[in-house]
């Protein structure tokens, strides 16, 4: 059985919901620039929807924010902008 080529719009069922989780070493003004950067491109996110978690010895941080997707092309806008940002070191 031959599976059709799908773009990547079509293996996604937008809108829906995606978690985006950044890491960086821990300052004050990351969770303020990246919480920027995400709603730049997707709607404004609620408190409930932000979590963030301390590495063990209190150097990193890593952030999940809780977004509303509505197309590939947001969301690798909105990577390519958390990439770019000097202080995150990785997306997920």
């Known amino acids: 059985m031959t599976t059709p080529n799908l773009s990547s719009e079509e293996l996604w069922n937008f809108p829906c919901d995606y978690s985006v989780k950044v890491f960086g070493k821990t300052?004050?003004?990351l969770h303020l620039t990246v919480r920027t950067i995400v709603e730049r491109h997707a709607d404004?996110?609620?408190p409930n929807n932000i979590s963030s978690k301390?590495?063990?010895k209190g150097g990193y941080v890593s952030i999940t924010l809780k977004?509303?997707?509505t197309s590939r092309v947001q969301l690798d806008a909105m990577n390519q902008e958390l990439q770019d940002c000097e202080l995150v070191a990785y997306v997920l």
């Open 54 to 56: 301390s590495s063990s």
């Open 67 to 69: 977004i509303i997707a």
């Open 27 to 29: 300052c004050d003004e």
């Open 44 to 46: 404004k996110i609620h």
